[in-house]
T-cell receptor
Framework: AQSVTQPDIHITVSEGASLELRCNYSYGATPYLFWYVQSPGQGLQLLLKYFSGDTLVQGIKGFEAEFKRSQSSFNLRKPSVHWSDAAEYFCAVEAVDYKLSFGAGTTVTVRA | DAGVIQSPRHEVTEMGQEVTLRCKPISGHDYLFWYRQTMMRGLELLIYFNNNVPIDDSGMPEDRFSAKMPNASFSTLKIQPSEPRDSAVYFC????????????FGEGSRLTVL
């Protein structure tokens, strides 16, 4: 069965600094991969997705992610973090039965 | 455009009571999902519908949980009787395309069972 691991439970980053969130997946076939963001008290919002093709995908809010098959990873990055990026971030993988399996999430705190 | 609308946003009830959570998906979306979020278990898919028909309810934890979708614009998740371990945030999400993986989530219903 497919699964997703987010090794970092909590990351603190200074405003203006770069951010990288790690995601490792376990899936036998070519995965469909996603990053979602959840602001406090809100539902999840899709940041970006990878299905095939270019391994570097661009998303909303200035985020990008890189798919590395050899490392079974799909890490999320942002060059310069804004205070509004403080949220919880979820990596997810989709199997053929359309079930999304979410990671445990990484909480990002942005300090001034 | 209105997003996915859930009600109530907050519900506090006593153990043994019936709880009904409601969801209105985005118009035109033919997939509807119910998720549960807890600190211990994270996000879990409970059930999903396609064109109002339940497709996979393998995530429904017990017979105390039931979900219906009587029409394209309304779904309910019912817990009867409720227990303290059901305390969680329940999310409804909808989608227009099986293969995009882009789910549109509501703001959730936070359930506390005392």
């Amino acid at each position: 069965a497919q699964s997703v691991t987010q090794p970092d439970i909590h990351i603190t980053v200074s405003e203006g600094a770069s951010l990288e969130l790690r995601c490792n997946y376990s899936y036998g076939a070519t995965p469909y991969l996603f990053w979602y963001v959840q602001s406090p008290g809100q539902g999840l919002q899709l940041l970006l997705k990878y299905f095939s093709g270019d391994t570097l995908v661009q998303g909303i809010k200035g985020f990008e992610a890189e798919f590395k098959r050899s490392q079974s990873s799909f890490n999320l990055r942002k060059p310069s973090v804004h205070w509004s990026d403080a949220a919880e971030y979820f990596c997810a993988v989709e199997a053929v039965d359309y079930k999304l399996s979410f990671g445990a999430g990484t909480t990002v705190t942005v300090r001034a | 455009d209105a997003g996915v609308i859930q009600s109530p946003r907050h519900e506090v009830t006593e153990m043994g009571q019936e709880v009904t959570l409601r969801c209105k998906p985005i118009s035109g979306h033919d997939y509807l999902f119910w998720y549960r979020q807890t600190m211990m278990r994270g996000l879990e898919l409970l059930i999903y519908f396609n064109n109002n028909v339940p497709i996979d309810d393998s995530g429904m934890p017990e017979d105390r949980f039931s979900a219906k979708m009587p029409n394209a614009s309304f779904s309910t998740l019912k817990i009867q009787p409720s227990e303290p371990r059901d305390s969680a945030v329940y999310f409804c999400a909808s989608s227009t395309d099986r293969n995009t993986g882009e789910l549109f989530f509501g703001e959730g219903s936070r359930l506390t069972v005392l």
